[in-house]
C-alpha cells in the first residue's frame, strides 16, 4: 500500500534506547511511500547509527552543521516536510522545546518548522510522571504540538512501567490520520463525545454494569481530535485512555455522566453519544455493604429510570450543533434506528447490529449503519473500530456542509 505516497516526513531522533524502534518506522513510512529525511540530536548517535538511517532513506541524515554549510538551508527542513515527527522524545529535547532553547540544528529546525510536530515520548517511568515533564507536556499540546501516549511494559532501565515509546505501528497510524487531516476540517470546533459503561452502585462495593470497553467512543474522540477539534471525553469505568490533548472526565454513574455532559454540550458544536448508558438504577443504595448473613438472601432490587443524555442534548439542540446517536438493535434494525433518531431529534444515528459475528461490544471489530436526518444512508463492513470511527468522523464532516 502506497497510501503515504509523495506525503514528506521529516523524522527527528533524540537520546532514548527507543531510538531502535525508529529504524523500523522509517522503514514503514518508505514502504507506505513516503519520502523520509532524518534529523538526530548529538547524542542521539550514541543509541542508533546514522549510517543505517541515511542507507535507508537515501539521503544524508543532519546532526551537526558541515563547515562550509548554509545553516538556512537545514532549516528549511521544517518548511519542506508535512509533518515533522519526533521519536523518540526525550525528557531534556522536551524540555527544550517548551522554552524554546535553540543550542543545535535539531532545535533550530524545530524551532522554525511550520508543519505540524508529532511526537512519541520514551522516557523512564519516574522521569515520565514528574512534574516537570507532565507540565512541558502539557505546554507542547498548548503550543500545538501532537503527543502520542506512552505504552506499559519493559523500559530502557530495566524496570518496568510507563514510558515505552508508541510501537512503529501505531506511529505510522497516527501519521496516516494525521496526513489525512492536513487541512484540519474541524479546527476551531468543539466536539464533546461520551464513552464507556456507566456503573449503577446497589451498595458500597457491588454496582450494575455492562461489558462496554469504552473502545468506539475513544475513538471516534481521538479521530475527532486528528482533525483539528477541540475534544472533550466523558468517560465511564474504561482501562483505555484517549490521545494527549483530548480532555477528559472520569464519570461512574448515568447521573454524573449526564451532569458532565450537559453543560459541555451546551458550549459544543458536535455531540457524540457513544456510551452504553444503563437506562435504569437501583432505586436505593444500600449504605452498608449487604452481608450474606442477613438471611442468605439478597434483597430485591426495584430500579428507577436514568436520564436519558441523547435524547435530552437532541432535544434541545441548536441549528448550527450535530448530535450524533448510537443504537444496538437486534430486530428490524433499520425501521428501529430510523425511529430512534427521531425520538431522539439526533442529526445522525449509527447503528450496530448484535447478530453480526465479531461485532459490538467487548470487539475490536464492528459493522456499522450510519443513518442521518437529511436521507443519507451508509454502510461500513466488518473493521476495526478505529478504522469505523474515521468513516463516522468523516460522516459527520459531510454531514456538517451538506
Ligand atoms: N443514551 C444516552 N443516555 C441514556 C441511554 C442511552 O445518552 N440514558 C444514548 C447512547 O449513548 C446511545 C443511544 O442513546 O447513543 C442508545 O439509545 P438507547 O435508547 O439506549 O437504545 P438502545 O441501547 O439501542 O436500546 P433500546 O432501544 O432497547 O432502549
Known amino acids: 500500500m502506497h497510501h503515504l505516497r509523495h506525503k514528506k516526513i521529516l523524522i527527528g531522533i533524540t537520546a532514548s534506547i527507543a531510538a531502535y524502534k525508529t529504524i523500523l518506522l522509517v522503514r514503514l513510512l518508505i514502504k507506505s511511500g513516503a519520502e523520509v529525511r532524518v534529523i538526530m540530536t548529538p547524542s542521539s548517535r550514541e543509541f542508533v547509527s546514522p549510517l543505517v ?9 543532519l546532526i551537526e552543521l558541515a563547515s562550509q554549510e ?3 538551508n537545514h532549516v528549511m527542513l521544517g518548511r519542506w516536510a508535512d509533518l515533522f515527527v519526533i521519536a523518540p522524545l526525550s525528557c531534556n529535547t522536551l524540555s527544550k522545546m517548551v522554552s524554546g532553547q535553540c543550542d543545535n540544528l535539531f532545535m533550530a529546525v524545530y524551532l522554525s518548522a511550520t508543519c505540524p510536530v508529532l511526537v512519541s515520548p520514551a522516557m523512564d517511568e519516574d522521569m515520565w510522571k514528574h512534574p516537570a515533564t507532565q507540565r512541558n507536556l ?5 503550543d500545538g504540538v501532537k503527543v502520542l501516549p506512552v505504552g506499559y511494559g519493559e523500559l530502557g532501565s530495566g524496570l518496568t512501567g510507563e514510558g515505552r515509546m ?6 505510522l497510524q497516527a501519521i496516516t490520520r494525521i496526513l489525512a487531516y492536513k487541512h484540519n476540517p474541524l479546527a476551531g470546533l468543539k466536539a464533546v463525545v461520551t464513552a464507556g459503561p456507566t456503573y449503577e452502585p446497589i451498595d458500597p462495593v457491588r454496582f450494575i454494569g455492562n461489558r462496554s470497553s469504552g473502545l468506539m467512543g475513544i475513538s471516534v474522540a481521538n479521530e475527532l481530535f486528528l482533525a483539528g477539534a477541540d475534544v472533550q471525553l466523558v468517560l465511564g469505568p474504561s482501562v483505555l485512555k484517549p490521545l494527549n490533548g483530548i480532555e477528559t472526565i ?6 454524573d455522566m449526564f451532569d458532565a455532559t450537559v453543560p459541555l454540550f451546551e458550549k459544543a458544536d458536535i455531540g457524540v453519544f457513544s456510551a452504553a448508558v444503563a437506562d435504569f438504577r437501583p432505586a436505593e443504595v444500600y449504605s452498608q455493604k449487604w452481608k450474606k448473613d442477613n438471611g442468605g438472601v439478597f434483597p430485591g432490587i426495584s430500579f428507577k429510570e436514568n436520564p436519558d443524555i441523547l435524547k435530552h442534548c437532541g432535544l434541545n439542540k441548536r441549528k448550527d450543533q450535530t448530535v450524533v446517536g448510537f443504537a444496538l438493535e437486534t430486530e428490524n434494525e433499520e425501521s428501529n434506528a430510523l425511529k430512534k ?4 431529534n439526533a442529526s445522525m444515528i449509527i447503528l450496530n447490529s448484535l447478530n ?8 475490536e471489530t464492528n459493522i456499522i449503519s450510519i443513518f442521518d436526518d437529511k436521507g443519507g444512508q451508509a454502510k461500513f463492513s466488518l473493521q476495526l473500530k478505529s478504522e469505523l470511527a474515521v468513516h463516522i468522523v468523516e460522516a459527520i464532516i459531510n454531514y456538517r456542509t451538506k
Not at 502539557?138 to 498548548?142: D, R
Not at 508508541?166 to 506511529?171: G, K, L, Q, V
Request: aromatic share 4%.
Open 341 to 344: 433518531l427521531e425520538s431522539k
Open 53 to 61: 538511517l541515511s542507507t535507508l532513506t537515501r539521503h544524508e541524515v
Open 356 to 363: 453480526d459475528a465479531g461485532a459490538g461490544f467487548g470487539e
Open 166 to 171: 508508541a510501537e512503529p505501528e501505531e506511529i
Open 138 to 142: 502539557l505546554q507542547a499540546i498548548e
Open 70 to 72: 548554509l545553516w538556512a
Open 250 to 255: 472520569r464519570v461512574q454513574t448515568a447521573n
